[in-house]
Structure formats: structure tokens, C-alpha cells
């Protein structure tokens, strides 16, 4: 099966009341680990790419190259989407022109009139392609590729205004962050997320900041309409640990412990590990 756009995967997880993982990938590891996590747990799944992490990997037609070879050496069958996230206006362009099958185009920092006029444009652009589109409306807070947002709450009429456009799943801020929530997080606004919803027709949301949301925010929010869930820091997170383990352990000191390919293989296999669990929590397990 050749990659996908995230259109259908995400109405089916809207209908469904689940959602679909958007794992954000950053390496070789992170891509096959996903996508084996996916086809093991029969899944769908979105590969998230920040425009930063594009960069790290030398481009986004290299990214489109090695998810393309991994994912058909891999023989994945199950609906796959490479997907850019928090792209910026040229950005979200390059990638339509690159290969990718999905795209978000941020414009929730510009002034409101005009996120609607480059959402629209790029709409037109993503669909004459092929490609399904997400946009945004308020802010996710903290920090991505050198946005900065404290998490404001979108306004429903705007995420309304959007929605008309022809978006495909629409990003809306509701008190979710990206990185580890601190402790005196106020949790996500469901008043503000059943407003939304309400006023978009049934549009799939979609919940950035996925990563140390309690499990009952997380359930509660797909069942308001939340239909994709950005996942990027808890892997990394989880990555970091299991590799500090087979170090501290001095495991890369025995016999050819060093080799990159054992080395990275506890991170890897913690990475595969999570996503599954992860794809159980989001109720898209089985759902491919």
C-alpha cells in the first residue's frame, strides 16, 4: 500500500470515536519503529515532521525517499501518512511539492484575516495535489521550531470561519501544550473543545501537545471530537531513558556493545513499545 493522504483514516477516526496517533519521527529509528508499531498493532498512524526536524534529516525529499524505501522494504499494509507539522507558509508549500501526503499550515500567529486568506490559498494548493491539510486557530503553547504561544483558546467562530474553507481536520487551541506540562497545568478546556466542535459540523480536531496528557483528558477529548493526537516529546522521552539504561549499565562497553545498531536498539525497541501502547490508549488498535 503507498502512502495516504490522512483525510479518510481521520473521518473513519471521527465516526469511530478513536483516534489516530501522529507519531513525530526525527531519524531512520524513529521512522521503521513506528511503522512496525503500526503494522503490529493494525493501526493507522500519521509520521509527524516538524520543518526542524526536516532540516536534521537533510530535507523533505530525503524524508519522502527514506519513509517511501522504509515503509515498502517494511512491507507495511496498514494506512500510512506522511504528514508535516506546524508547517509554515513556504514550508507547507515545499512539502505538497516534495511527496508528503498531508501538510499543516500554522497561520495562528498571524493576524486572524490573514491565516484565512494563506489557509485558503493553501487548501487549494494541498487538495489540487491530493494532499489533506490541517490549519490552526489559537495558539498550542510553548515552543516549536522557534514559535513561541502561551496556549490560548481558540475562538469557536473562527475555527468555524476556517472549517468553511474546506480544511481537512482543524488544530484549536484548548489549554494544550507542547513538551512536559508543568505542574501547575490547568488541564485542557473541554467547554472550549465541545464549543468547537459544535460549531464545525462534526469536523476531526485535532490535539497537539499529546505527550502527559492524563489518560482521562486524553479519553475525554476524543469522545468531544479530538480525531488525531501529536505525540513527539514522550518518545523522545522514552528513547532518551532506555538508552541511558544500556549505558549506565555498561553495556556499550561489552564485546561490540558500541556498535550503533545495538546501541540504539533499547531506545528503539522502548519507541516501538510506547506507540503501541499508545495507539491502544487512542482506540485506533485493530482499526486499520
Avoid at 10 to 16: D, P, R
Avoid at 92 to 116: L, Q, R, W
Avoid at 262 to 272: N, T
Wanted: net charge negative; with cysteine; proline share 3%.
Amino acid at each position: 500500500m503507498a502512502l495516504v493522504s490522512a483525510t479518510e483514516m481521520l473521518n473513519k477516526a471521527h465516526a469511530g470515536h478513536y483516534a489516530v496517533g501522529a507519531f513525530n519521527i526525527n531519524n531512520l529509528e524513529w521512522t521503521k519503529m513506528i511503522l512496525l508499531a503500526a503494522e503490529e498493532a493494525k493501526s493507522p498512524v500519521m509520521l509527524g515532521v516538524s520543518e526542524g526536524a526536516a532540516k536534521y534529516m537533510c530535507g523533505f525529499k530525503t524524508v519522502v525517499a527514506m519513509v517511501k524505501e522504509i515503509h515498502d522494504s517494511l512491507g507495511i499494509t496498514v494506512p500510512v501518512a506522511l504528514h508535516l507539522d506546524h508547517g509554515s507558509y513556504e514550508g507547507a508549500k515545499a512539502c505538497i511539492e516534495a511527496g508528503f501526503t498531508s501538510v499543516m499550515f500554522d497561520g495562528s500567529h498571524y493576524p486572524f484575516e490573514e491565516n484565512v486568506a494563506k489557509s485558503k490559498e493553501m487548501i487549494e494548493l494541498a487538495h489540487a495535489k491530493g494532499v489533506s491539510i490541517e490549519c490552526e486557530v489559537g495558539g498550542i503553547g510553548g515552543e516549536e521550531d522557534g514559535t513561541v504561544s502561551n496556549g490560548e483558546l481558540a475562538d469557536p467562530q473562527e475555527c468555524k470561519t476556517i472549517c468553511e474553507l474546506g480544511v481537512d481536520f482543524l488544530a484549536a487551541g484548548i489549554g494544550n501544550i507542547h513538551g512536559k506540562y508543568p505542574a501547575n497545568w490547568a488541564g485542557l478546556n473541554f467547554d472550549r473543545l465541545a464549543e468547537i466542535q459544535n460549531v464545525t459540523n462534526g469536523k476531526p480536531l485535532v490535539l497537539h501537545g499529546g505527550s502527559g496528557i492524563p489518560a482521562d483528558q486524553i479519553a475525554k477529548a476524543i469522545d468531544l471530537g479530538v480525531s488525531k493526537i501529536n505525540v513527539n516529546t514522550e518518545l523522545q522521552l522514552e528513547f532518551a531513558a532506555a538508552t541511558r539504561k544500556y549505558i549506565e549499565a555498561g553495556k556499550d562497553l561489552e564485546g561490540k556493545g558500541y556498535d550503533p545498531r545495538k546501541l540504539l536498539k533499547p531506545g528503539a525497541d522502548a519507541i516501538k513499545d510506547k506507540v503501541i501502547a499508545m495507539m491502544k490508549q487512542f482506540g485506533s488498535y485493530n482499526q486499520a
